[in-house]
């Protein structure tokens, strides 16, 4: 779980933006220049559409469908609850020791007119997790529930969630074609419709996703993040109730409205090492804003989510910082859950389409939840929100010194040029990178460093930036200043690396150590003033 940032997803909400254009003051990375027309939308060896492709033209979004979608079960694909091969074992006491077919147990519990009472869901979710049902205490669901008005309880427990339950048993239709596992090492994008995900997110509401909820290292799916929503459900936390009502806020228009649109997932990775001392990139354009937030202020460009290795961090958990808060707002960004194994060092998630559903305020313990938010992005040929959002995950430093070492130098940067730069589908278009303060906070990342490492690695992908620097004018400047001397100079990425690299040897202490960005300036003009 990442935390960098204090107000807001990049920056504090509501305040007018303060522009700070280091080249120019042209625009840049708005959505509407970016191109809306991609070409023709078909299946490759590394693209897996879920979907007809054939209607998308005319606006039908069709599931794809394949004979026998129940007897699919392996270790490359998602795991479905409709599948003949999910068994349980009865727990009902006149049935004890029978083998059931799992998903006949979840139609018969979510197949209601009605849930009467928080105690009464959480007793129907535990008819087909008989494992855990007295591991599970549900409490932060129950709490959530029962201190709500009674008429918001009756409409969620009578009429809402019904509805969801009813879209989580639509499974067997609307998702037939296998779903594939994005694996670590795996080049590959997957395309599914909104109500697709949707459909997934309420079994994963609902808890029905077989052989997902083991906690131990060594279970078969250790090594992707948590899908089914158990976890959320047991925390008494406030946050709990502040993420509930996110969630909620998404069922409800997705059941009221179901979107009629595509989203793509890419699981990204480098084909090649960068040799970065040898790099003749100059630094590109940067604007800097001490306010405003990635996703309001950062519309039509690649958006930065400051990830967990297990993308989502702990948006199913106690988590509520930026990553966390992307997910909630865009919970469709949750489906990535079920199939992103842990991504690798040199590895990226690149998700376009993802709808926003909510609007929010504060920042971790002072997030509250504001209302929903209607999301009016356009939309591509391929019936896409025009929203790109980028997860790359920072290394967290025990020692904050480590981060200055070519090893994890060379790391972070290779991290955020794939970020900027590696695609399944090749990009048409190279917008702006929206960022901020990526692998700081509570990561102990130096903010200085990592902005530079952003700058250098976007110039290596020939991306112009917008950074938010959290309120922060001390942080606006200095980065404003290095970047101000880099271009005048005529800087390489190459000559910055090898002087980050001769910053490493220096031997500096904590106390001890000298600015970053002084160190370079001195160098780079001492250099200079030898010719």
Known sequence: MSSEGRRGLCGERGAEMEWTCCVDGREFGNSEHRPVTEPALRPTGDHSILVEVDGLPSGMIVPFSVPAPEKVWNSAQVKMPFSASSKQTAAIPEQRGEVQDRWDVIREALNRTHFTTAKDLESAIKLYNPKYSNVWRFEGLCRHLDQMQPADQRYILGELLPQVAQLALRAPHLCQKPVPLLKEGMKHALTLSQ???ACLLANAFFCTFPHRNSPLPHSEFSSFPTINFSRLFESTSPRTSEKLEAIFCYFKSVVEHMPKGLITFQRCGLSHSIDWERSPCKVTQLHLSSVGTIEDQGRGMLQVDFAAALVGGGVLGQGLVQEEIRFLINPELIVARLFTERLADTECLLVTGAQRYSDYTGFSDTFRWAGAHVDATP???????????????????????????????????????????????????RTTVATGNWGCGAFKGD?????????????????????????SPDTLRDIRTMHRFLKEKNVTVGHVYSLLEKYSRMGFTRSTQQDLYEFIQSKILCLRGRY
Request: include cysteine.
């Open 379 to 429: 939309r591509d040929s391929w019936l896409r929100r025009c929203t790109e959002i980028v997860a790359i995950d920072a290394v967290k430093f025990d020692n904050p010194l480590d981060q200055y070492r070519p090893h994890y130098l060379q790391r972070e940067l290779a991290k955020a040029f794939c970020g900027f730069s590696c695609r399944v589908i090749p990009d048409r278009h």
């Open 447 to 471: 903010v200085k460093l990592k902005a530079l490492i952003q700058i250098m690695a976007a110039a290596q992908a020939h991306r112009d930036v917008m950074y938010f620097t959290f309120g």
């Open 195 to 197: 109500e697709q995900c």
